[in-house]
């Protein structure tokens, strides 16, 4: 590794992405903390060799290195979702790819990580995720649950969890809120 950093076979890319984790404010407060994710990429192939996560605090959160020079799996087989396919995905269901950024949050079926974020973007008033190709939208502020009450056995938790199919996943949205975000086919059309 420390030949490649001292040679120019390297590349840089920096992201930056907000953090919608229940523990951290975000969408709800109108303030989303950032992260930033430097990946250090092969000039010849494009393969990754490092990926690195910082915290708004400057603390390192992460560090991913690879492990041999032939091949590169991240230790979680997760990849940086690419805002060119969130975009294609978001035009193949009929819907604007209006202010997309990179987020990290939490939830029981559908977690993305500092180091493995997904893509969150607006079409008008309606919000939407991407990950591993899918497009999911997020239920309006009537399907909103609380992380507190969804932690213990409650009416509200057992409401929320027959909610859930196979196409619904919960998602956090920052402070003490979770959401449902659904699954929507290649062939959907804007309303």
Not at 64 to 69: E, V
Not at 84 to 99: C, I, V
Request: net charge neutral; hydrophobic share 40%.
């Amino acid at each position: 590794m420390l030949e490649l950093l001292e040679s120019d076979a390297l590349a840089a890319e920096w992201l930056t992405g907000a953090n919608w984790a229940p523990s951290r404010c975000g969408l709800v407060h109108g303030t989303q903390p950032a992260f930033h994710v430097l990946r250090l990429k092969l000039r010849a192939d494009g393969g990754e060799v490092a990926r690195i996560v910082l915290l708004p605090s400057g603390l390192l959160r992460s560090l991913r290195l690879r492990r041999d020079q032939r091949s590169f799996a991240m230790m979680d087989g997760h990849h940086i979702e690419d805002m060119t396919a969130a975009q294609r995905a978001a035009t193949e269901r009929g819907l604007n790819f209006e202010r997309p950024q990179y987020v990290a949050l939490a939830g029981p079926t559908m977690p993305c990580s500092e180091a493995n974020p997904c893509i969150a973007f607006r079409d008008g008033e309606r919000a939407f995720l991407f990950r591993s190709g899918k497009v999911f939208e997020l239920s309006h502020r009537t399907e909103r649950f609380s992380v507190r009450e969804f932690a213990r056995d409650s009416p509200e938790r057992r409401r929320a969890e027959s909610l859930l199919t196979a196409e619904r996943h919960f998602v956090s949205l920052g402070g003490d809120d979770m959401t449902l975000a659904t699954e929507l086919p290649t062939t959907s059309a804007r309303p």
